[in-house]
C-alpha cells in the first residue's frame, strides 16, 4: 500500500473522469453528474487516505519533508542539459491546499446546474483545473510547478471564456495579462534560482538543480550564482520584492465585485476559492523558506499596509448597502487578515493564517451556496429539517469567528500575534471593527431580505447536497474544537522555515 | 571537382530528381498536350507532393547525417539538416502557391513548369555551394517567376522587353564579380574561397567590391518579381499569391547570407585578429538601439489593425530581438540565439501560413476580422492559438523549450543588459498574442462558418504536427540543428 502512487492518482484522476465525461453524449446531465461527483468522491477519499498515512514528526533536516515521492524524467534536453522531471511530492502546506482543492470541487459542480446548455464543457474544465492545480501544490520540482502553474491559466482562461456572460470584458483581460506577467516574473525567478544552486549527482558530478528542496538548503548555493546568499552582489532583493508583488497580484487581481457583477456565481467559486489561494501558497512555500534574510525587514512593512487596509476595508464593509458587495469586502478582509498573518512572521500566526485559509474556503462555499444557488423552487411549506435551522446560523458565526468555530482559532491567534507587536490601541480598534462587522453581517443579510431565504426554514435540501454539506458543516465545528491535527501538517513544513 | 559527392547517400537528393523528372514530363506533354487538363492539374500535384514527402522522409534521418569538413570543401552542392529543413519548408509554400495560383484562373502546361522551375532553382540554391551553380539557379528562378508574373498581369510588350533587357544587364554584373572573385581567390567554391582567404593576403578593397556587386545580382533577381507584383495596381486578386513569392524569395536570401557572408564575416574577423561585433562597441551599441526600435515596433504593434502589419511587425520585434542576442558573442550562445532566429521565423511562417496562404473564401485582412474564429471553425481556431501559445512560449510548446534554454544560458551568462532587453520584450510579446489569442476567442455577431477544403486541411495538419512533434520531442529541434550549429562553432573557432 504504500508504494501506491497516490499524488499520481489524485492529479489522472480527474483527468480521467474529464476523458469519460467528454466520451458522454451531450444531454446526458444527469450521468455526467454522477461522474463527476463519483469521482470527486474518489478524490476525498484518497486525501482522506493521505490524512492518515502523513508523517507529523519532527525531524531535524530537510530529508523528511517531502511525503509520497514520484519522480520520473519528461523530457531532456541534452545539448543545454536541461531537464523536466514530473517530480511530485506533498509536504504539510501542499497538504492543505490539495485539501482545499479537492473539497471545492464536488461543490463547483452542484453549481454548475444553473447553466444548463453548458454542463458538461464546464465538467470538463473543472476536472482539468483541479488536476492541474493538485500538480501546482504537489510540484517538488520547479519546473513541472511552472509547467502546471501555467496550464492551470490557460484552463481557467478557457473556462472562463466559455461562460456566456463574458463577452469582451476588457478589466477580465488585462487581469489575465497581468497574471501571465506575473508567471513569467516566477519563470526568471526559477530560472535565476537554477543557476544559483546545484545538486550533487550519484556519480558525484555537479549539476544545476530545479529541485524545491535543493533551494531551500542554503549550503547547495554557489558563489557566482545571482541568486545566491555568498555572491554580494546578488538579486536577491530585487527578485524577492517582485515575487511578493506576483503573488499579490495572483490574490488580489481577480477581484470578486467583477464577476459578482457578471452574475456568473459560478465563476466567482472557481475564480476566489481555487485560484486566489496560489498567491497564498507562493508566499508560504517559496517566498518564506527561500528569503528568510528580507522576511524581517519587509514583512512588517507589508503587515503595517495590511492593517491600514484592514480599517479601509472593513469601514467600506460596514457602508455597504448591498449584500454582493458586502460579501465581496467581507472575503477581502479575510484575504487581508491571512496577509498580516503571514507577515506577522511567527510560527503560530503563519499556521494561523494557513487555517484561516482553509475556514475561508469552507465558510465562503457555504455563503455562495445558500445565497445564489439555493433554488425557490425548491421551497415546500411542510417539511422543517432540524439540519436546515443549524447550519445558516453555524455559519454566521464561522464567519464572524465566535468560540468553537473553525475561524476564532485562526482569528484569535491572528489577533494575539497583533497584541503582541503593535499597540494596544490598534488592538483595540480591530476588535472593535470585528464586532461592528459581526452585527452588520446578521444586519445587512435582513436588510437584504437574503436572510428570509437563509433562515427559511420551510426550504428543503435535496440527498446531494445534504451529502455535500454535511462534512463542510462537521469540518467548521470540528476545526474550531480540535485544530490540533491540521496545525501538526502545518508545522511539519514551518518548523523549518521560521523562528 | 566531383559532380556530386553525395552518390554514397543519393536519396538525399530525391525531391530534387523528382522535380526534374516532372519538368522532362511536362515539357514531353507540352508537345503533344491533348490530355485532360485536371488530369494534368493533378500530375502536377502528384509530382510536387511526392518530392515534399520524399523532402520529409528525409527530415527523419537528417539527424544521423553529419558532413566531414573534406566533403564540404570539395562539392558542389551541401546537403546539411538546415537545407533539409529549409527544402520541406519552401515545397510547402511553393505547393500553396501552386494551387492559388492554379485555381482562379485557367492555366497552361507552360505555367506547370514554370512552377517546378520555381521549385527546383530554389532548391538548388538553398543547397549550392558554387557561385556558379548559384548563378545558375538564380537565373532560373528569376526567368520562371518573371513569366509567371507576366501570366497575370497585363504588361504591354515594351515594359516585358524592359524586364528582360534590365535582367540580362544584371546577369552581366554577375559574370563581372564571379570573374573578379575567381580572379582574386582562383576558386569559387564558398569554403575553398573562406580558405584561401585565410591563408592568402588578397585585395580586401576589389574582393569587397566583388561581393557587393554578386549581393545586388542576387537582391535583384530574386526580389525583382515579387515587389513588382505587389507595387502594381492591375491584378489585384493575384497580389495575395504573389506575396507568397516574396517570401520564398526571402528565405534565399537568408539561407544565402547564412551559407556565404557569415563565413565572410568571419574571415574578416581571423583576418584583423578583432572580433566583428567590438570593431564599433557594437556591444554597448547594438542593444540601446535594439530596444528603441523595440519600442517604437511595440507601440506600432499595440495600435495597427492590419493583419500582416501586426504580422511583419511581430516577426521584426524578435527578429530584433535575436539580433540583441547574436551581440552578446559567446560561442555556445550563439548557437542557442541562432536557434531562437530560426524558431522565430519558422513559427512565423506557420502563422502566414495559416492565416493567408490557405485559399479560404475569408480574408483577414483587418484584425478585427480575427473575432469568433474559434466558433467559426474549431480546428482552424486550435491551430491559430495553439501557434500563438508557442509564440509566447507556453509550456509544452516548442517556444517555452527555446525561450527556457536561452534565458538560463542568459543567466548563466549574466550579461544583464542583454537579459533586461529579452525579458522586455518577452512581456511585450507575451502582450500583444495574448491581445490576438482574445480576439480569436472572443465572440461576435460575425458567424459566418470557415469551410475548409481537403487540401487546406491537409496543410494545416501537417504544420499542426509538425509544431506537435517539435514541442513533445525538443531534442529533435536540437538535433536537426546539431549541424547547424557545430559549423556555426567551427566558423567561429
Redesign the interface.
Known amino acids: 500500500m504504500n508504494n501506491l502512487p497516490i499524488i499520481s492518482l489524485l492529479i489522472f484522476l480527474p483527468i480521467a473522469a474529464a476523458v469519460i465525461v467528454f466520451c458522454l453524449p451531450k444531454n446526458t446531465n444527469r450521468t455526467i453528474k454522477t461522474v463527476a461527483l463519483s469521482f470527486s468522491l474518489l478524490s476525498f477519499s484518497a486525501i482522506v487516505w493521505i490524512l492518515f498515512h502523513f508523517d507529523t514528526k519532527f525531524y531535524p533536516n530537510l530529508s523528511h519533508l517531502f511525503q509520497f515521492i514520484e519522480k520520473y524524467t519528461l523530457i531532456h534536453i541534452a545539448k543545454n542539459n536541461l531537464i523536466l522531471n514530473y517530480s511530485v511530492g506533498i509536504d504539510g502546506i501542499s497538504y492543505i491546499f490539495i485539501f482545499i482543492t479537492i473539497l471545492t470541487i464536488p461543490f463547483v459542480f452542484l453549481t454548475i446546474n444553473k447553466d444548463k446548455e453548458r454542463i458538461k464543457s464546464n465538467t470538463i474544465f473543472i476536472f482539468l483545473l483541479s488536476s492541474t492545480l493538485i500538480g501546482v501544490f504537489a510540484s517538488s520540482d520547479m519546473l513541472c510547478f511552472y509547467v502546471f502553474f501555467e496550464l492551470t491559466y490557460l484552463i481557467l482562461y478557457l473556462l472562463i471564456k466559455n461562460q456566456n456572460s463574458f463577452i469582451d470584458n476588457k478589466k477580465y483581460s488585462f487581469a489575465f495579462f497581468l497574471h501571465l506577467f506575473s508567471s513569467f516574473i516566477f519563470l526568471i525567478f526559477i530560472l535565476g534560482l537554477n543557476q544559483s544552486a546545484t545538486d550533487i549527482l550519484k556519480d558525484g558530478s555537479l549539476n544545476n538543480s530545479f529541485s524545491i528542496s535543493t533551494f531551500y538548503q542554503i549550503s547547495s548555493y554557489n558563489p557566482s550564482g545571482i541568486l545566491s546568499p555568498f555572491n554580494q552582489n546578488n538579486f536577491r532583493e530585487i527578485s524577492f520584492i517582485f515575487l511578493i508583488i506576483a503573488s499579490l497580484i495572483k490574490i488580489f487581481v481577480l477581484p470578486l465585485k467583477y464577476f459578482l457583477e457578471q452574475k456568473n456565481y459560478f465563476i466567482v467559486i472557481v475564480s476566489q476559492l481555487l485560484i486566489a489561494k496560489l498567491g497564498f501558497f507562493i508566499i508560504l512555500k517559496f517566498i518564506i523558506p527561500v528569503f528568510p534574510e528580507f522576511i524581517p525587514y519587509y514583512f512588517p512593512m507589508i503587515a503595517n499596509i495590511g492593517i491600514i487596509l484592514f480599517f479601509i476595508i472593513s469601514i467600506k464593509a460596514l457602508l455597504s448597502d448591498s449584500i454582493n458587495k458586502f460579501i465581496s469586502t467581507i472575503s477581502q478582509l479575510y484575504f487581508i487578515i491571512i496577509v498580516i498573518g503571514i507577515c506577522l512572521n511567527s510560527v503560530e500566526s503563519i499556521s494561523a493564517a494557513a487555517l484561516q485559509i482553509l475556514n475561508h474556503n469552507i465558510i465562503f462555499l457555504i455563503l455562495f451556496f445558500f445565497l445564489y444557488f439555493y433554488e425557490k423552487e425548491r421551497i415546500s411549506d411542510k417539511s422543517i429539517s432540524l439540519y436546515i435551522r443549524i447550519i445558516p446560523i453555524i455559519l454566521i458565526f464561522a464567519i464572524v469567528g465566535l468560540p468553537g468555530f473553525s475561524s476564532f482559532i485562526s482569528q484569535f491567534l491572528i489577533i494575539k500575534a497583533i497584541y503582541l507587536k503593535y499597540h494596544l490601541l490598534v488592538f483595540i480598534v480591530i476588535l472593535v471593527l470585528f464586532l461592528l462587522i459581526f452585527f452588520r453581517t446578521i444586519n445587512i443579510i435582513k436588510k437584504e431580505n437574503q436572510i428570509l431565504r437563509v433562515f427559511d426554514y420551510s426550504q428543503k435540501i435535496i440527498k446531494l447536497e445534504y451529502l455535500i454539506l454535511l462534512p463542510l458543516v462537521i469540518l467548521i465545528i470540528f476545526l474550531g474544537i480540535y485544530p490540533n491535527y491540521i496545525f501538526k501538517i502545518i508545522y511539519s513544513f514551518l518548523h523549518h522555515f521560521t523562528q | 571537382m566531383k559532380a556530386i559527392n553525395l552518390l554514397e547517400s543519393f536519396n538525399y537528393l530525391i525531391p530534387e530528381c523528382i522535380l526534374l523528372l516532372g519538368i522532362l514530363v511536362m515539357s514531353s506533354l507540352l508537345i503533344k498536350s491533348h490530355r485532360s487538363s485536371t488530369l494534368i492539374k493533378y500530375l502536377f500535384f502528384i509530382i510536387m507532393g511526392a518530392s515534399f514527402i520524399f523532402s520529409l522522409l528525409n527530415l527523419g534521418t537528417a539527424t544521423n547525417y553529419i558532413i566531414t569538413e573534406n566533403k564540404i570543401k570539395d562539392g558542389i552542392l551541401i546537403i546539411d539538416n538546415i537545407h533539409t529543413i529549409i527544402r520541406s519548408l519552401l515545397l510547402i509554400i511553393i505547393l500553396i502557391f501552386g494551387i492559388n495560383y492554379l485555381s482562379k484562373s485557367e492555366f497552361k502546361i507552360i505555367h506547370l513548369i514554370y512552377l517546378i522551375g520555381v521549385a527546383l532553382s530554389s532548391l538548388i540554391l538553398i543547397s549550392s555551394l558554387n557561385l556558379f551553380i548559384s548563378l545558375l539557379a538564380i537565373e532560373i528562378f528569376y526567368l520562371s517567376s518573371l513569366f509567371l508574373y507576366f501570366e497575370k498581369f497585363e504588361r504591354n510588350d515594351a515594359s516585358k522587353q524592359k524586364f528582360l533587357l534590365l535582367g540580362f544587364f544584371v546577369t552581366a554584373i554577375f559574370f563581372i564579380s564571379l570573374v573578379l572573385i575567381y580572379g582574386l581567390t582562383f576558386s569559387i567554391n564558398y569554403f575553398k574561397i573562406q580558405d584561401i582567404f585565410r591563408h592568402n593576403s588578397i585585395n580586401l578593397f576589389t574582393f569587397a567590391v566583388s561581393v557587393i556587386l554578386f549581393l545586388f545580382g542576387f537582391i535583384y533577381k530574386v526580389f525583382l518579381v515579387p515587389v513588382r507584383s505587389l507595387r502594381t495596381s492591375n491584378g489585384e486578386k493575384y497580389k495575395n499569391e504573389f506575396s507568397i513569392l516574396l517570401l520564398i524569395s526571402a528565405i534565399l536570401f537568408f539561407i544565402f547570407l547564412f551559407r556565404f557572408l557569415i563565413p565572410f564575416f568571419s574571415m574578416l574577423t581571423e583576418e584583423s585578429n578583432i572580433q566583428l561585433f567590438d570593431i564599433f562597441n557594437w556591444k554597448k551599441i547594438l542593444p540601446i538601439i535594439s530596444s528603441i526600435t523595440i519600442v517604437i515596433s511595440s507601440i506600432f504593434l499595440i495600435t495597427t489593425e492590419k493583419t500582416k502589419t501586426f504580422f511583419f511587425l511581430s516577426l521584426l520585434l524578435n527578429l530584433i530581438n535575436s539580433i540583441i542576442l547574436f551581440s552578446y558573442f559567446n560561442i555556445s550562445f550563439f548557437v ?1 540565439s541562432f536557434n531562437y532566429f530560426l524558431f522565430t521565423i519558422c513559427v512565423h511562417l506557420f502563422f502566414y501560413i495559416a492565416l493567408f496562404l490557405c485559399p479560404f473564401e475569408i480574408k483577414f485582412t483587418e484584425l478585427k476580422d480575427l473575432r469568433n474564429v474559434f466558433h467559426r471553425s474549431k480546428i482552424y481556431g486550435i491551430i491559430l492559438v495553439f501557434i500563438i ?1 508557442s509564440l ?1 512560449g ?3 510548446t516548442l517556444g517555452f ?1 527555446i525561450k ?2 536561452l ?3 542568459l ?2 551568462s ?1 550579461n544583464f543588459i542583454v537579459l533586461i532587453t529579452t ?1 522586455a520584450n ?2 511585450i510579446t ?2 500583444i498574442y ?2 490576438l489569442i ?1 480576439l480569436i ?3 461576435s455577431d460575425n458567424n459566418q462558418n470557415i469551410k475548409l477544403s481537403m487540401i487546406n486541411i491537409l496543410i494545416l495538419a501537417v504544420l499542426l504536427i509538425g509544431i506537435i512533434i517539435f514541442s513533445i ?3 529533435l529541434w ?1 538535433d536537426l540543428f ?1 549541424v547547424v ?1 557545430s559549423s556555426i562553432e567551427h566558423l567561429f573557432l
Open positions: 542557442l501559445l509566447i507556453f509550456p509544452f523549450w527556457v534554454s534565458l538560463k544560458e543567466f548563466a549574466v525579458i518577452f512581456i507575451t502582450f495574448f491581445k482574445n476567442t472572443s465572440k520531442e525538443p531534442d536540437f546539431y550549429n
